[in-house]
């Protein structure tokens, strides 16, 4: 079978390579080590965000790949439900109108049924929405299952090693280039998050990227007190399972499109700290932890997947958690058995070549 080549082994390179080895390939992650955007990821499996009707459907099939590999692996995603309440008045029915429009499972409850749900926020909303259907991954422990699986199954990791460039024969690419050397493959899978866009240009391809960089704080741990993923006005919010509070310093983090942090981490940590203590006043919350990442988006905002040479396959994308089961799947049947109809049903949209 082939020999693959994976770069990156956040959770699109891990679930890719999880599913390429699954699928009979014989693969080798390269991964240069250091934080990457899965490991700071909020990690909230949802389809409630979205782009346009055809990026709803890939995020609904994202939710139903999770489900498909949670019948073959013991994965840490934990289908709580979101309820969400960040937009009022005609926002919030707009954002109702048009979800149940899609068939989304999506139910108005009131303020004394999110008490019911939730006793611990203070000011519960009048009016919130709730998708039963949607849940949160632990994100760095998922990737981390998903390599684990790969490499029971035979996969090998090269770890702290940094892809330079390409090695190439023509027009096809064959291999890596390293600083311990170069590695030779007969497919490179390219998931390498927001280095993609250097990569591809010493191939001189164009797959533009944004400046989306974003701050997650973490609280030490405190007694189990939120059940839900919580979508308020003041930020996204979840209880890890160790007991820690995960927040987005930004409000509105899924669609955050700031190039830069506006102030101090430490400030803006407070700040989010702030809010979030008004949010759930009777805990005592105190920051434990504050972390920076550049989340990989595109130019457009959308997903970039597939082919850009030969022998070369591209993988870049935000909301990776959400899709990050659903693009193994779609990947590692593309590069071991070549476009089909099904695929293109999911990616054809999204091909890094409308950037050219």
């Known amino acids: 079978m082939a020999n693959i080549i994976v770069v990156g082994a956040g959770i699109i390179g891990a679930s890719a390579a999880y599913q390429l080895q699954k699928g009979g390939a014989h693969v080798t992650i390269i991964d240069a080590g250091g934080a990457n955007a899965t ?40 289908w709580s439900g979101c309820l969400c309440w960040e937009n009022v008045g005609d926002a919030f029915e707009a954002q109702m109108s048009e979800l149940k429009d899609l068939g989304y499972d999506v139910q108005e409850i009131d303020r004394q ?141 899924q669609g955050d499109s700031s190039t830069e942090i506006s102030d101090a981490p430490d400030k ?11 949010l759930l006043p009777s805990l005592e919350l105190e920051l434990a932890q504050t972390t920076l990442a550049h989340r990989p988006v595109p130019g457009d905002g959308l997903p970039a997947v597939g082919a850009v040479r030969p022998g070369l396959y591209v993988a870049t ?14 990947i590692a049947s593309e590069v071991i058995n070549g476009s089909s109809a099904q695929t293109d049903k999911w990616l054809g949209s999204y091909r890094p070549h409308r950037f050219w």
């Not at 994308?317 to 779609?330: N, Q």
């Open 113 to 253: 049924d999110f008490k019911r749900r939730e006793p611990q926020v203070a000011n519960p909303p009048k009016r919130c929405l709730y998708f039963a259907g949607e849940a949160a991954a632990e994100s760095p422990q998922l990737a981390q299952t998903l390599l684990n699986a790969a490499i029971e199954n035979g996969a090998k990791l090269i770890s702290g090693v940094q892809v330079q460039g390409f090695e190439t024969k023509g027009e096809r690419v064959v291999g890596v280039q390293t600083p311990v050397g170069r590695l030779m493959a007969d497919e490179v899978v390219l998931c390498a998050g927001t280095a993609t866009q250097q990569l591809a240009t010493t191939l001189n391809i164009d797959i533009p990227m944004l400046q989306r960089p974003a701050l997650v704080i973490k609280t030490r741990s405190v007694a189990p007190a939120i059940k839900h993923v919580l979508v308020s006005e003041i930020g996204e919010v979840r209880q890890l399972p160790n007991g820690s509070i995960l927040m987005p310093a930004a409000v509105g983090h």
């Open 39 to 78: 490991a700071a990821s909020f990690g909230w499996i949802n389809a409630s965000f979205f782009a346009n009707k055809n990026h709803f459907e890939l995020r609904l099939e994202g939710i139903k790949a999770f489900k498909r590999l949670q019948k073959e692996l013991r994965i840490p995603v934990d």
């Open 268 to 278: 803006l940590a407070e700040d989010a700290m702030d809010r979030l203590r008004a």
């Open 317 to 330: 994308l935000h909301s990776g958690i959400t899709l990050g089961a659903l693009m193994g799947e779609l």
